[in-house]
């Protein structure tokens, strides 16, 4: 696990879509004013634009992850929705639940739901992630946004 925070803004109109990333410590609740800013941008492909994954280590962090999963089902019912993975799976080192933005229409609400992540996270780590043409590799770290802790990812052979 890497400590710390991302912190990321973004306008929701296009596809093009700015990824500006700010570094805080785990504790903050909000990044300091005088922080330097990374832009980066990166393309969405015209597909389900984010994945959202959801980590949990043991079942209290599983009980806080489904209570977000339900808030979440109730607030975005418009997102697909998909089990929980009682193990690491593919890049994820911990169990997990995922979610999607199922169209491509729906990445202009992006911010809608990186700001109720940001709100009800609960300490629990959790990975948004575009599809993007920047490919896999760009889409789970510099395109990534992570609420909680920064886990490390199992994509060394990605590159």
């Not at 959790?126 to 590799?137: A, E, K, M, Q, R």
């Amino acid at each position: 696990m890497i400590a710390g925070r991302r912190w990321l803004c973004g306008n929701s109109n296009s596809n093009r879509m700015p990824n500006i990333m700010r570094f805080v410590s785990a504790t903050s609740e909000s990044p300091p004013a005088d922080h330097p800013i990374t832009v980066q941008d990166y393309t969405v492909k015209e597909r389900n634009p984010y994945d959202v994954h959801v980590y949990y280590s043991d079942d209290s962090a599983l009980e806080k992850a489904m209570e977000l999963r339900e808030k979440m089902q109730r607030q975005f019912p418009w997102m697909n929705f998909y089990n929980p993975k009682g193990r690491p799976i593919g890049p994820h080192p911990l169990p997990m639940w995922e979610a999607d933005f199922g169209h491509y229409d729906n990445r202009v609400r992006w911010d809608d739901v990186r700001t109720f992540i940001e709100r009800e996270h609960g300490g629990l780590s959790v990975l948004i992630h575009p599809h993007s043409t920047d490919g896999d590799y760009a889409d789970h770290t510099k395109n990534a946004f992570w609420a909680g802790d920064i886990l490390e990812l199992r994509i060394q052979g990605w590159r």
